[in-house]
């Protein structure tokens, strides 16, 4: 944050806070607060055996809270990858049941295909027999 002053009369003040960067802002903070404890541990009424001890503490709950904290991270990871690895195996079910079911239409297919082109054979062959009959009655004038 940068603070400006401007007067508009002796008397009266005017500050202005502006703001340049979100970051910039959480950075001094972060750093207000490490100079913060300092000054505390350095002031504070205690001896330096209890303010090593309560160091030591301190440390000892943030060295807790981060193994705490990398646990469930990777409980949600081990979560998350036997997840993706249902999803996976679902999709590879029911891929399988696609693929059989288009194997099973097309062998379907074919076999109507092949019944079709049978039956139009038989009735070409039926038509080319009674065409050459027809023929063959005409050529010996019965009608």
């Known amino acids: ?40 541990l350095i002031f504070a009424p205690q001896s330096g055996v209890e303010t090593r001890r309560t160091i030591r503490r301190s440390a000892e709950k943030a060295q807790e ?22 999803r996976l195996d679902s999709a590879k079910s029911t891929l399988d049941l696609k693929k059989t079911q288009v194997s099973r239409a097309v062998d379907a297919g074919r076999e109507a295909a092949r019944t079709a082109r049978e039956d139009l054979e038989r009735r070409m062959a039926e038509q080319r027999t009674a065409d050459a009959s027809r023929v063959r009655d005409h050529d010996n004038g019965t009608s």
Do not use: C, P, W
Request: aromatic share 4%; proline share 0%; hydrophobic share 45%.
């Open 1 to 40: 944050m940068h603070m400006a002053r401007y007067d508009m009369n002796d008397d009266d003040h005017i500050i202005i806070v502006e703001e340049r960067d979100g970051s910039s802002g959480l950075s001094a903070f972060l750093l207000g607060a490490a100079i913060g404890a300092g000054l505390a």
């Open 65 to 86: 809270a981060t193994k705490r904290a990398g646990v469930k991270v990777t409980d949600s990871l081990s979560q998350a990858k036997a997840d993706i690895e249902s």
